[in-house]
């Protein structure tokens, strides 16, 4: 594994770095919590779970644990609510009860170290293979062609053909929704993140490139967002409105995902969800495609058009870095911006951002699956000054 080994000037960096007082590092308010700083632990499928009954591991709480700080925000990477709800084996799920006790080690990491944690709630809709779903066809709005993948034992594999979801299914999959965040709240977790991006089940309803029904859920906005609004319902009368946050992925590009036009569609999203005084919006930039930047360089443009339509705190995410996100937050088009592939291999990533000391380089490879290798073993900066003399 490639390992960051600081040079003799950054042994010293601590006396010498550059820190910027920045609006990054101020508190600020997400739904009923203060959070003591801006910088949020982006949700990431890393495969960690114990099988078989994807149990979550103690590494997955050492994870956690080493990533969170006082008062930061960690979204727990997607949980899937059921069997049929699964996409990748090894990724997180909360559908018995055999898993209480490995989320409230989770939950009690993070707060051992003063931090809150939201869990993700995901249905990967088509984007899963009969392996994962209990050997039923994974479910979608609509029958449309599609050529992504799923992770069973053999590895990535295309995913198995999906069907199209009868009406009278839909209320069973927002109970699911229900009953996943009510298991999340006995866990002791902080609130709860509706996974509404990346081509899973809840945004194939909401963009019409996998949306083609013609009953209540599918043809014009209204009807497409419907399964979104009942989804967001369901969790708020578990946790309250203020504790439950939603993830968008406006253009985005994983999963096959398609809208004649995002901008309309999403505007639209965000007007719906700020109704609800919802604790944040979670919004992918468009450059990122899953773990991979597809368009380098460019500056954010989904938050930015979002911004009017949604007055509660926005959390930008997708290719940024120092700079980009002390510019997001200062320009007031994001309040928080969450960061993923560098939160993998920098636990203490909110302080080394804030007095602008160097970052350690992540591990692709370590990324889908694997040991503690890649995922545990990388250590806090201070650790790593001691290491190195």
């Known amino acids: 594994m490639e390992r960051y ?75 899937s609510i059921s069997i049929p709800a699964r996409s990748y084996l090894g990724a997180a799920s909360f559908y018995h009860d055999g898993q209480m006790a490995g989320w409230k080690a989770v939950a009690d990491a993070v707060h051992a170290k003063g931090g809150r944690a939201f869990m993700q709630l995901i249905h990967g809709g088509r984007q899963s293979h009969v392996e994962m779903t209990g050997g039923v066809a994974p479910l979608a709005p609509s029958v449309v062609p599609f050529d992504g993948v799923a992770v069973t034992k053999d590895g990535f594999v295309p995913a198995s053909p999906h069907r199209a979801i009868e009406i009278e299914e839909i209320p069973g999959l927002i109970e699911e929704f229900r009953v996943a965040a009510q298991r999340a709240l006995d866990a002791g977790f902080d609130g709860v993140e509706l996974h509404g991006a990346n081509g899973y089940l809840v945004d194939q309803f909401i963009q019409d490139g996998t949306n083609k029904r013609t009953d209540a859920y599918g043809g014009p906005i209204e009807n497409r967002v419907r399964f979104l609004k009942e989804a967001v319902e369901a969790l708020i009368s578990v946790w309250s409105a203020d504790r439950v946050g939603v993830r968008i992925s406006p253009s985005g590009e994983w999963g096959g995902i398609s809208d004649s036009n995002p901008e309309a569609t999403f505007t639209y999203v965000a007007k719906l969800l700020n109704q609800y005084g919802l604790a944040y919006l979670h919004v992918i930039e468009p450059r990122i495609k899953g773990d991979s930047t597809l368009h380098e360089g460019h500056p954010p443009v989904a938050v930015k058009y979002l911004r009017p339509h949604f007055s ?56 889908w699956g694997g040991d503690e290798r890649g995922y545990t073993d990388f250590p806090a900066y201070q650790q790593e000054l001691a290491e190195a003399v």
């Open 5 to 79: 080994v600081p040079s003799i000037a950054a042994q010293f960096s601590l006396k010498t770095s550059e820190t910027i007082m920045s609006n990054l590092f101020t508190p600020t308010k997400v739904g009923r919590y203060t959070l003591s700083h801006r910088v949020v632990l982006a949700p990431m499928t890393r495969l960690r779970t114990i099988q078989p009954g994807d149990i979550p591991s103690p590494m997955m709480a050492d994870f956690y644990g080493q990533r969170a700080s006082e008062g930061g925000l960690e979204v727990i990477e997607g949980v």
């Open 312 to 367: 509660g705190p926005i959390i930008a995410a997708g290719g940024f870095d120092r700079d980009s996100a002390m510019a997001i937050v200062e320009a007031g088009d994001a309040d928080l911006v969450a960061f993923g592939r560098h939160f993998s291999s920098n636990p203490d990533l909110p302080y080394r951002l804030k007095h602008n000391l160097p970052l350690t380089p992540y591990v692709r490879d370590a990324f």
